[in-house]
Nanobody, 123 residues
Framework: QVQLAEFGGGSVQAGGSLTLTCTAS????????MGWFRRAPGKGHEFVAQ????????TYADSVKGRFTISRDSAKKTLYLQMNSLKPEDTAVYFC????????????????WGQGTQVTVSS
């Protein structure tokens, strides 16, 4: 099992940028497919981005494609989400998660989750 913790959330104006960091303890990140999800008030977990454990396949939700970048440093057991050109609709609690699948955009296929970090984008 891997333990995850997110950092870097905050409040920004529309058009601004934030970088979220997810640190892991326990097993190396290379063992897992890593993903970012978000949950807006009154909604369920929404897929944001994932980086697969085999070959590093990267996929993004259409809503963030071209604005967000996922990356990981397996040696440092750290996952990142660079968020640019932020919009008010990006406001949510952001979670990092780990899955044993080769790649996945489905929350139910992720078995380890961080506690989440709030991102608020004002217009």
């Amino acid at each position: 099992q891997v333990q995850l913790a997110e950092f870097g959330g905050g409040s920004v104006q529309a058009g601004g940028s934030l970088t979220l960091t997810c640190t892991a303890s326990g097993r190396t990140l290379a063992t897992y497919t890593m993903g970012w999800f978000r949950r807006a008030p009154g909604k369920g977990h929404e897929f944001v981005a994932q980086i697969g454990k085999i070959g590093g396949l990267i996929t993004y939700a259409d809503s963030v494609k071209g604005r967000f970048t996922i990356s990981r440093d397996s040696a440092k057991k750290t996952l990142y989400l660079q968020m640019n050109s932020l919009k008010p609709e990006d406001t949510a609690v952001y979670f990092c998660a780990a899955s044993l699948r080769d790649y996945s955009d489905t929350p139910l296929e992720y078995t380890s989750w961080g506690q989440g970090t709030q991102v608020t984008v004002s217009s």
